[in-house]
């Protein structure tokens, strides 16, 4: 059973996102200036050093566009992730490309496989289905505007599209909701108080005696004395809605 959680905002649901999308720009960057092409470090199915892609290919984009396209979500996505399912958010993410890529390099045609779309598809399918089955009103919310954003998305893990990696596509949606069902128990919960009943019955005699007969607070220094050495003085603060 996992720990509860509560929503919380932390410095880590931007700045991890934010460092996570300047890294695969920075390779980008790197492979544009010294004129290098990382493709071959890509998911290579079925061949044992097209396995290297499983760590790699979501740092790897073919082109501008390529890389433009999965910056949004990404960040978006991984934001999300911290913010509502933080205690698990690495896990997600770290098992989630190891996974993806694995299951690619398994089902995947001959070909490099590369980019982080894999990566979004586990976000999206996680974020989506894990609140489905939280049934808690924010991530039933949030599972709807992942729909609302993402939802064409879901067209892409068919083969629809010559040059793009359904196959990819396709191993981050069962990633993701696999994640969603061995996490589905942990679900972040309201705080919850307990209200009870004071343990006085306002009618009778005990209770009246303080107020006179306008509904007023009596200080009451009657005490009874049992011979012994005198009783300190006893206030206690009772407080009645006036009736007039």
């Known amino acids: 059973m996992e720990n509860q959680e509560h929503f919380k905002f932390s410095n880590g649901v931007i700045v991890y996102p934010l460092v996570f999308v300047m890294l695969i720009w920075l390779v980008f960057w790197f492979e544009i200036r010294f004129r290098f092409d990382f493709t071959n ?3 290579y199915p079925m061949r044992l050093n097209g396995l290297k892609g499983v760590v790699f290919s979501p740092f790897i984009h073919s082109s501008i566009q390529h890389l433009y396209h999965n910056t949004i979500p990404l960040f978006v996505l991984s934001a999300s992730l911290f ?22 390099w398994l089902i995947g045609r001959p070909a490099y496989h590369i980019g982080a779309s894999g990566l979004i598809y586990v ?14 009103y ?51 919960k309201p705080v919850k108080y307990k209200w009870e009943e004071p343990d006085y019955d306002e009618e009778s005699d005990e209770f009246l005696k303080h107020f006179d007969e306008n509904g007023n607070f009596i200080e009451s220094t009657n005490l009874e004395s049992d011979g012994s050495e005198e009783q300190p003085k006893t206030i206690n603060y009772i407080f009645k809605e006036n009736k007039d």
């Open 83 to 104: 913010y509502f399912y933080r205690s698990i958010a690495w896990k997600v993410l770290l098992y989630g490309i190891l996974l993806s890529g694995l299951l690619t």
């Open 123 to 136: 976000l999206v399918s996680f974020l989506f289905f894990k609140g489905i089955l939280a049934k808690h």
């Open 138 to 188: 924010r991530l039933i919310a949030l599972s709807l505007l992942v729909v609302f954003l993402y939802g064409s998305m879901v067209w892409y893990v068919l083969p629809i599209k010559e040059g793009m990696s359904w196959e990819g596509h396709l191993s981050g949606l069962v990633v993701g909701l696999f994640f969603a069902l061995i996490y589905r128990n942990n679900i972040p």
């Open 41 to 43: 470090f890509g998911v």
